[in-house]
């Protein structure tokens, strides 16, 4: 199936029947935009003994990460459907997550809590002695995040400062890479390069990893909504975790060809 989350677009692919079809290399094929379907991530279905289902993501570059905010609420809008639910759990690699429906078709996602110890981001020391201009603030969601507060989002280059932040070797398991100017005290601007998919239009994770570095920066109060390049989300720090709130896009079901399977 294709979906997308404010222009985030997903391959997803049902394997709750066990068979784990994707190797990093049908991800990269697949992710082409001119010889397979494109995507800037591939969310795998699979079986989950604790809860409704479990969700595996694989970025354009064939890479793993351990959260995609966007495919969790598009992926949990179309299991809501097919489990006759208005709630669902599932897991990740960060463990147990929840989403449910909200007003006006949206979807909203529980990403849990940030993780904001060093060590577990994973980031190696503090952003000020890393040569790192801009003071950025780092934090985890399953994935990390490096986020830089700037007087105006619009006018930051993107793909060069992103593509070489993503590489900087104070984050061992590279970083996406966000920008974003505080607009009002309950708002931000935010645009995103993504660990192994470059610019993409939203980035739910790192929506959520921005709202928690504009509060703890004493920025912005624990609710926020965010205008990303693909429209806007809405994110809410609570006791619970974080959620994120915004629509999901079903764009079809497909099959593939033993052709294009046959040529990996
Ligand atoms: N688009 C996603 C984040 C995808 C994962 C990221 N590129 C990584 O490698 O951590 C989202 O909506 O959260």
Redesign the pocket.
């Known amino acids: 199936m294709k979906m997308h989350?404010l222009g985030?677009d997903?391959v997803v692919i049902d394997a709750r029947d066990g068979v784990d079809p994707v190797t990093p290399a049908l991800a990269e094929a697949l992710a082409d935009r001119h010889r397979g379907v494109g995507f800037?991530?591939l969310a795998l279905i699979g079986p989950s003994q604790e809860a409704d289902f479990h969700l595996k993501?694989y970025?354009s570059d064939g890479?793993?990460?351990?959260?995609?905010?966007?495919?969790?609420?598009c992926v949990s809008d179309w299991m809501m459907g097919q489990l006759g639910k208005d709630h669902v759990r599932f897991t990740t690699d960060r463990g147990q997550l929840e989403a449910k429906r909200a007003a006006n078709g949206m979807v909203s996602v529980n990403?849990g809590a940030p993780i904001l110890e060093a060590r577990l981001i994973p980031f190696d020391g503090d952003p000020k002695a890393t040569g790192i201009d801009g003071d950025p603030v780092a934090v985890g969601?399953?994935?990390?995040?490096c986020i830089f507060f700037v007087e105006d989002a619009e006018k930051v280059a993107l793909e060069s400062w992103g593509a070489e932040i993503e590489h900087h070797p104070s984050f061992p398991e590279?970083?996406?890479v966000e920008f974003a100017s505080v607009t009002a005290p309950d708002h931000l601007r935010m645009r995103?390069w993504?660990?192994?998919?470059g610019v993409?239009l939203?980035?739910?994770?790192?929506?959520?990893a921005t709202a928690v570095a504009a509060h703890l920066r004493g920025l912005t109060g624990r609710r926020v909504t965010v205008d990303v390049d693909g429209g806007r989300l809405e994110i809410d720090w609570r006791e619970d975790g974080v959620w994120m709130t915004g629509p999901t896009a079903f764009v079809f079901r497909a099959e593939l060809t033993s052709d294009f399977l046959g040529a990996l």
Do not use: K
């Open positions: 989350g985030n997903f800037d991530q993501f970025n890479s793993l990460s351990g959260a995609c905010g966007n495919a969790s609420r990403m969601m399953g994935n990390p995040h590279r970083t996406n995103v993504e660990r192994g998919a993409t939203a980035c739910g994770s790192g929506t959520c």
